[in-house]
């Protein structure tokens, strides 16, 4: 089997999901982006967006599946079956990724020729900048050698989970939904610092560093989320006036509130 930097990479479908994974990949060197091949509905704004990156834009799926090794579907959950069905023969011997929300294993077992590898994947849109996560279904059907390929691609764009199959919506919430619910703290926090007179752009810039470094804090040490807050309040100061302020506007039952509200629906 061929190593990360010989192997060719196919999107089917190339919007905003496999944009972000493309861009990360070639920002990173991981893969050059004329190894890069997708393919989309209306061909105008494929040729424009694959001329951003530099990547070959192609046809059809069956041209991109020609032409890859690796073949990821990026169309939206209700169309997957339907690009991939004409395929189906062709993607035997390839390695078939999934991005689509709410499409496990089994559900691709329907529809696949039988002995298709393929693996069921969450990816979230950090991936352009290298610091995504993408979480991969437990149960899939690569070889070791295959998913120790994929593995080594996706870790360069992202941290890489493996979660079970009754997981996979919950943990990818937290993931995928979770860069919106970040962005609007980020935002919250500029409004307030604009309204005592900080610039918007200084502002925006030490909010999103602030999540950064409190993230990558969190992971590098281990560290118990209320320890850090705890290190941050110091008696009778200023940071536990905005924390008290915090838990009297319900920020943390919101954020859970917001959290049960998604997997209910
Ligand atoms: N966005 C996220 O944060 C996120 C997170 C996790 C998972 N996902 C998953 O990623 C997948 C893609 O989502 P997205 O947000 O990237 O959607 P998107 O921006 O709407 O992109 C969908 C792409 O599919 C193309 N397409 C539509 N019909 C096609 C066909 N018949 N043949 C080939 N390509 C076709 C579209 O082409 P045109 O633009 O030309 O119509 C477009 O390039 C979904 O399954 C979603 O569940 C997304």
Request: aromatic share 6%; glycine share 10%; with cysteine.
């Amino acid at each position: 089997m061929t190593g990360k930097e010989n192997v060719n990479i196919g999107f089917i479908g190339f919007g905003n999901m496999a944009q972000a994974m493309a861009e990360g990949l070639i920002m990173k060197g991981t893969v050059k982006a004329d190894r890069i091949y997708a393919c989309a509905k209306n061909r105008d704004k494929l040729n424009k967006n694959a001329g951003k990156y530099g990547i070959c834009g192609c046809q059809s799926p069956a041209e991109v599946v020609e032409k890859s090794d690796v073949v990821i579907a990026a169309v939206k959950p209700y169309l997957i079956e339907e690009v991939l069905t004409p395929v189906k023969a062709a993607l035997k011997g390839k390695i078939l990724i999934s991005v689509a929300v709410n499409f496990p294993f089994e559900k691709f077992e329907e529809f696949l020729a039988p002995g298709t590898h393929h693996l069921s994947t969450l990816p979230n849109t950090p991936v352009a900048v290298g610091e995504g996560i993408i979480l991969c279904e437990e149960q899939h059907s690569l070889t070791d050698e295959e998913f120790g390929l994929v593995k080594e691609l996706f870790e360069s764009i992202a941290l890489v989970e493996t979660v079970d199959a009754e997981h996979m919506g919950i943990a990818g919430t937290i993931s995928g939904c979770g860069p919106a619910f970040a962005a609007m703290f980020i935002e919250a926090l500029s409004d307030g610092a604009v309204l005592h007179g900080l610039s918007r752009e200084l502002s925006y810039k030490l909010a999103s560093q602030m999540v950064v470094g409190t993230g990558k804090l969190q992971l590098m040490t281990g560290r118990h989320p209320g320890a850090m807050k705890d290190g941050v309040c110091s008696p009778g100061g200023t940071t536990i006036v905005g924390v008290t302020t915090l838990e009297r506007k319900g920020l943390r039952s919101a954020v859970i509130d917001a959290i049960d509200a998604v997997e209910s629906k």
